[in-house]
């Protein structure tokens, strides 16, 4: 009899972990991890609000680079990934290997912008010229214009990170970046670094670029705006996205979803300094 008790109870303790285990079920909480860009403000708004009109739903959010976030979700560790980037080859490849789906929902459209010391007389470079930078084919200000020569301190993302890929493909032609570069952990730092040392170049995101005291440089003569984004004169664009396992997603994941694209979800993202998606987009 003992045993068929103990037999008859092992679905209930597998059923437990499930609950104590999965992301998705545990207290009504999504678990989203990926990248910088959207993490750091953009998303806990998104969530914040989401949670003033459902105070019952909690949210885990984790900046810890597009890579992170997207291996979370084949890994069952998060039930959405943020994204700053297409998916990979390998990560397509693990997804086949793993019988996952895995769904690329855009976001948002962001703008990409170059970064100088305040003191650092360079405002405008040209596209080549920003590879050469960053690629270490220059090495002093002087060849890109400057009024006094200086070595050049590039800055960039983690290899983790969906911008370090993303700025390769738009601004270097997939080149490696100069061996001189500083990889940052986050935006943030980039900006910090920046500020302080009257030699040194970085890339961020539009919005945190106001969150410090550095210049933003126009690319071949056109400044990053929101006309210059909406008509596609500013060259370094791309799409934020959301990612996850269709399978896997449940109603609650599906409803912070499309709040985000309601009315209320794009004013955030508008405020926010990012470009709505909108859904009648052809999607990448």
Known sequence: MRTGRARRRLPIVAIALILLFHPSIRAQTLVVKGSDTLGSELVPRLAAEYQNLNPEIRFEIASEGSSTGIISVLEGGA?????????????????????????????????????????????????????????????????????????????????ASGTYTRFQELAMRKRDYSPRSQKMAGNEQIVMEVEQNPFAIGYVPLQEAGAGAVRVCAIDGIAPSRTTMLDGRYQLLRRLYFVYDPDEAGGLLERFLAFCRSPQGRRIILSSRFIPYLADEDSE
């Open 79 to 159: 039930d959405l990934a943020m994204a700053s980037r297409q998916l990979s080859l390998r990560e397509r490849e693990l997804a086949a290997e793993r019988e996952r789906t895995l769904r690329m929902f855009p976001i948002a459209l962001d703008a990409v912008v170059v970064i100088v010391h305040p003191d650092n007389p360079v405002s405008d470079l040209s596209l080549r010229q920003v590879e050469a930078l960053f690629c270490g084919d220059v090495t002093n200000w002087l060849a890109v214009g400057a009024n006094r020569a200086g070595p050049i301190y590039p800055y960039t993302r983690h290899t």
